[in-house]
């Protein structure tokens, strides 16, 4: 693969986020695994530069189980990207877990189908450890950034990532509670793990925007309008966050055991 260094941070996020940069850059990338979910825009934040891209692109036009993960990836990996941090809606599956809180995940559990969840289909085969999937120096820093800008943070959580477009039934919320999972998300996976294949770091940052079914907050079962209504009424701080931790982040090469999960020869 040809790298391009011209970002050293990507973000999977919406326009939200990049309308506030300046002199932002679009750029087309073409890719082994066919289209993007849209452009990537390439804007600086303190030392960096960094390359956002809507992963369901710019009108929210691509539902859940049909974002191309793969190429979103590898884009960003062509584009000289280190470190990759996914913002994303959620709901939660604990009454401790609150609408508004964020959740620095460090877990995940996998319940999609039929998902392109590898680079690795063969000649080349690799079995990277999924183990730990989130980078611990990133996380670190999502943390200590949240609680310095007064942010209610979960320095740990586990999501559990269902397929979509529909949400859970009242009997598989109240299943995945059972589990002490604290997380539930359409599109945590597979793209750290994605990421992590191509030897870049992984963050998760979760807003939780609702109570999954209802269940644990005894309260209505989430709606799209709902978790809309309370994700934008938190963009300011998940943008606050974003924007303060990447210009905190150091500016040499990710030094975590991120950068060597493959032997990378895609």
């Avoid at 189980?65 to 062509?78: D, E, G, I, Q, T």
């Avoid at 280190?82 to 620095?104: H, M, T, Y």
């Avoid at 690795?120 to 183990?131: D, F, I, K, L």
């Avoid at 209504?229 to 210009?247: D, P």
């Amino acid at each position: 693969m040809e790298i391009l260094n011209k970002a050293d941070i990507g973000v999977f996020g919406g326009s939200g986020f990049y309308s506030f940069l300046q002199d932002i850059e679009e750029v087309k990338v073409e890719t082994p695994y066919g289209e993007t979910s849209d452009s990537v825009f390439i804007g600086k934040i303190g030392n960096h530069s960094v390359a956002f891209m809507p992963r369901h692109g710019r009108n929210h036009s691509i539902p859940p189980h049909l974002v191309n993960f793969r190429a979103n990836v590898w884009a960003m990996k062509h584009l000289g990207c280190k470190r990759v941090i996914s913002p994303c809606a959620a709901g939660s599956l604990q009454k401790e877990v609150k609408p508004g809180d964020f959740v620095i995940c460090d877990q995940f559990v996998d319940w999609t189908d039929g998902r392109k969840t590898t680079f690795y289909e063969g000649p080349v085969v690799q079995h990277p450890s999924p183990a730990d999937p989130y980078c611990p120096e990133l996380r670190e820093l999502a943390i200590k950034t949240g609680k310095d800008l007064g942010i209610t943070i979960h320095d740990h959580g586990t999501v559990v990532v269902i397929n979509g477009p529909r949400f859970s039934t009242k009997a598989e919320s109240a299943f995945f509670t059972r589990q002490g999972w604290e997380v539930i998300n359409m599109t945590a996976f597979p793209e750290a793990y994605l990421v992590k294949e191509l030897n870049m770091c992984p963050l998760n940052i979760s807003l939780i925007t609702d109570y999954d079914a209802g269940l644990v907050g005894d309260v209505p079962p989430v709606s799209h309008e709902a978790v809309m209504q309370v994700f934008n009424n938190n963009v300011a701080n998940l943008k606050s966050l974003l924007f303060t931790m990447i210009e905190n982040i150091p500016a040499d090469a990710n030094n975590c055991e991120c950068a060597n999960s493959t032997k990378m020869d895609i």
